[in-house]
């Protein structure tokens, strides 16, 4: 464990899998990070048990970008290195692959590192998912010259990084999970050394059957956007 690592995630009973983000809270809160969460609007009665297990939890409206911006800021502000996650990873959490990337990031001399797939982990996610994290792993890699995975999901980087979030510039609504792809490109802007290490999990089967391609459209031009004001 390493006691200047914070966890940093967002939740909202309402997009559904309220067992799911509970069982995965309560493992993360068992790792002996100190757990920021940044809830997007859920039920009284799922607030009351988060709160059991993370003392830093702040009610943030206005969509996904603002809780991105509110917790990053809050833990940047709190801690010297920064662990986003979405809090759907519960493999991920369970397994030694949590660990391993913790231990690769603080071993590298990356300032950012995002937690990336294999081409055999992606090929175990729905295609459509595929199709549209490709294209934007793509556009990341044409600008900032750096291949590999950057949309798998967790993400570890330094306050300095962290505190980047802070200046998404007000009224431009809600993107997303385009705040992360910001984080990304204002790092990449800012001088700071980015790059991916392995140890993503491969995709829950339950997942593998997704066919939602409008959704994962929505999702790429939320990344393109977000990618874009960080430039």
């Not at 100190?34 to 003392?55: N, P, Q, T, V």
């Not at 759907?88 to 071993?107: G, P, R």
């Not at 549209?132 to 010259?145: D, G, L, R, V």
């Amino acid at each position: 464990m390493r006691k200047n690592l914070a966890i940093a995630t967002m939740t909202h009973d309402g997009y559904g899998g309220a067992d799911l983000m509970r069982e995965a809270l309560s493992v993360l809160s068992s790792k002996g990070y100190h757990l920021y969460i940044a809830d997007g609007g859920s039920s009284e009665g799922f607030i009351k048990d988060i709160k059991k297990m993370s003392k830093y939890v702040i009610e943030v409206k206005g969509g996904l970008t603002n809780q991105h911006k509110g917790v990053i800021s809050l833990a940047s502000d709190n801690a010297s290195h920064i662990l986003y996650t979405e809090p759907d990873k519960l493999n991920w959490f369970k397994s030694e692959n949590f660990e391993k990337a913790v231990e690769e990031y603080y071993a590298s001399d990356y300032d950012f590192a995002a937690v990336s797939r294999t081409i055999k982990v992606m090929d175990s996610f729905p295609k459509h998912q595929q199709k549209t994290e490709k294209a934007m792993n793509e556009i990341i890699s044409q600008i900032t010259k750096v291949d590999g995975d950057f949309i798998y999901g967790p993400k570890i980087f330094n306050n300095c990084v962290g505190g980047l979030i802070k200046e998404i510039p007000e009224g431009v609504g809600d993107f997303g999970f385009g705040g992360l792809m910001f984080l990304i490109s204002k790092a990449y802007k800012n001088g700071f050394n980015i790059g991916t290490i392995p140890y993503a999990s491969a995709c829950p089967q339950k997942q593998r059957g997704e066919d939602n391609a409008d959704y994962r459209k929505k999702q790429l031009e939320g990344n393109v956007k977000g990618f874009g004001l960080g430039l």
